[in-house]
């Protein structure tokens, strides 16, 4: 047995053993992050690659959780083939959920955790994602976000706890579920504190756009919740895309190197993210250039889905050349080993499949219940008509978003985008409508609204927003109701019924127009595969406790409207009903 195969000994001496053995390309595969479809079990032998991933909606086939524990399996298996026998580190993107696996269990995204204000609950379900990434072998997860949205045109406000740091501050509590007390072996999964550092505060909330503060904002706004995750033990930060002051935070060494490891210690590891050394100087592609600034700058483990051998090739040559020095390569190999060894993967590199069975078990569906029934805000109450009584009433349930779990997954399930339609298990809004009513109510649906008359005691019209992820979701125009949500709600309320509305989207919507005509207004965000937590708080059996996380505005004229900068919104951050007191 050599040194470093020994569990036995402390973690650094096990590092400085295998690294004393590494040559410079197996160094340099340790950096290097391959996407799964773009590489197979004999490259990540031959070029000793250190991880590989899973982009949003890179899955097996069948998509099932056996399948991926396969082939996990099979991967790490062509890793222990190398001469060292150096495990991958597997990547994915379990951002509410192992949500790339039919089956798995898909909470609330994070604005919908935001509007919980509670830890406790988030950290809960970092948990219970934990044992269902563990159930297919993954040890590292890229989440949580920790980005401040501080406009809701940026594609991934659904993403961000909310737009004051506070918020994810404390939802840093996923990394704790996450991890446990710390990296360690499973079901401890690595989390990714992200997107380092101002993702959610480009001009115009332009998706890897540009964030124009002084240092003492950006330190003010966006850098607290990195400093929570630190104070947890996150395992990894992933760099954002953006850039801060016309700079791209890819190649900023003072922001990487200076600031984050070393004035605040950070000692696990810098991933990049998804060809993030492409545009540091603003060319597609990357050239030794970007591939030394951003080595140099900070960077230890790259992601470079497609073109890692071409990235390999040109960090060897910068190596050589002397234009990246050997104590970098060798920094970066520290972190990523010492994170090796923390997970225990030299000894038990394979899927403990005795999670299998917990993936989207009932037990995980009843805490995103829980998450989602929490996350309702309530913003209008006419007349007391929110909670509806259970019991022998004639309802109505109309909208494109009642009856599709796609819809109230959003993006970064199962596919990266997310799409409509039955595309996994769980329960849509309807069934939980119809399961909350009871067997004496009358329940019917359509999703236009066809059939609503005035013999009905309630209408009910889930709209809103189709899946979208990243800057596929930017807003730059109009962000009013789809046209065909229009025309549902104006013909429910033709037939003279109270109508309520629950908003299935990502962010605030411009509907300060319609409201006056809606008799109650439900916030519902993305709610995942549980639907039935919306009707637990429309039907009353869990109190309305949901509170905004982001601020409402009165017209898209007012972008950006955050709290505290003297605008008045149509509702402000902290706003929701809380329906047992009667507010309306
Ligand atoms: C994406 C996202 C990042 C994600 C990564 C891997 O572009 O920016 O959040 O973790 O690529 O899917």
Redesign the pocket.
């Known amino acids: 047995m050599m040194r470093y195969q020994d569990p036995a000994l402390p973690v650094a001496e096990r590092v400085d053993d295998l690294l004393a053995r590494m040559s410079l390309d197996e160094k340099i595969g340790q950096m290097t992050q391959a996407e799964r479809l773009e590489s197979d079990e004999a490259d990540v032998t031959a070029y000793r690659l250190g991880s590989v991933?899973s982009?949003?909606g890179s899955v097996p086939e069948p998509n099932a959780p056996k399948t991926w524990a396969d082939m996990y399996d099979g991967l790490q298996r062509a890793a222990l083939r190398t001469p060292l026998g150096i495990p991958i580190l597997y990547g994915v993107?379990a951002v509410h959920g192992h949500g790339n696996v039919v089956g798995a269990t898909v909470f609330p995204h994070n604005i919908g955790l935001g509007a919980t204000r509670d830890p406790g609950l988030v950290r809960e379900i970092g948990a219970a994602v934990a044992r269902e990434v563990t159930g297919t072998g993954i040890t590292w997860n890229?989440a949580p976000c920790l980005g401040v949205v501080r406009n809701p045109r940026w594609g991934r406000t659904y993403e961000s706890f909310g737009e004051l740091s506070e918020l994810p501050v404390v939802m840093t509590s996923y990394i704790a579920g996450l991890q446990g007390p710390r990296v360690g072996p499973p079901p401890s999964v690595m989390a990714t504190a992200?997107?380092y550092i101002g993702d959610g505060g480009t001009d115009d909330g332009d998706d890897q756009g540009d964030t124009r503060l002084s240092e003492a904002e950006l330190r003010v706004l966006h850098l607290p919740p990195f400093l929570a995750a630190l104070r947890l033990g996150v395992g990894s930060i992933?760099i954002s895309?953006s850039a801060w002051n016309g700079v791209k935070v890819h190649g900023h060494r003072y922001l990487i190197t200076d600031v984050l490891k070393n004035e605040l210690g950070f000692t696990g590891i810098v991933v990049s993210?998804?060809n993030g050394l492409d545009e540091i100087f603003g060319r597609d592609e990357f050239t030794g250039e970007e591939v030394r600034a951003a080595i140099n700058a900070g960077i230890d483990m790259v992601?470079v889905p497609e073109r890692w051998r071409q990235f390999i090739d040109v960090l060897r040559e910068e190596v050589k050349a002397g234009r990246v020095p050997m104590s970098r390569i060798d920094d970066a190999n520290r972190r990523i080993l010492t994170k090796k060894f923390e997970q225990g993967l030299f000894e038990h590199p394979l899927t403990d499949r005795s999670y299998l069975e917990l993936i989207g078990s009932d037990e995980h569906r009843a805490l995103a219940r829980r998450a989602v029934a929490a996350s309702q805000v309530v913003l209008k109450n006419e007349a007391g008509l929110l909670p509806l009584a259970p019991g022998a009433r004639r309802i109505f349930v109309a909208g494109r978003a009642a009856d599709d779990i796609g819809m109230q997954c959003g993006g970064w399930t199962i596919s990266w985008q997310g799409s409509p339609g039955a595309i996994t298990d769980g329960t849509t809004i309807l069934e939980g409508v119809r399961a909350a009513a009871g067997p004496d109510a009358t329940v019917v649906h359509d999703a236009g609204g066809a059939g609503i008359d005035s013999s009905f005691d309630v209408a009910i019209a889930v709209v809103g927003e189709e899946p979208y992820a990243?800057d596929e979701g930017d807003l730059p125009g109009d962000m009013g109701l789809e046209a065909c949500d229009l025309e549902t709600i104006a013909r429910l309320r033709e037939a003279g019924v109270p109508v309520v509305v629950v908003l299935v989207s990502g962010r605030p919507l411009d509907i300060a127009a319609e409201l006056p005509g809606w008799d109650a207004f439900v916030a519902a965000w993305l709610p995942g595969t549980e639907g039935d937590g919306v009707a637990d708080v429309l039907f009353g059996a869990v109190p309305a406790s949901g509170r905004l996380p982001v601020t409402w505005m009165r017209s898209t004229d007012q972008l950006p409207i955050n709290d505290g900068d003297g605008q008045v919104p149509l509702f402000p951050y902290g706003y929701g009903l809380s329906l047992d007191s009667g507010e309306s």
């Open positions: 991933l982009g949003g993107d890229f992200k997107h992933m895309l993210d998804w992601m990243e």
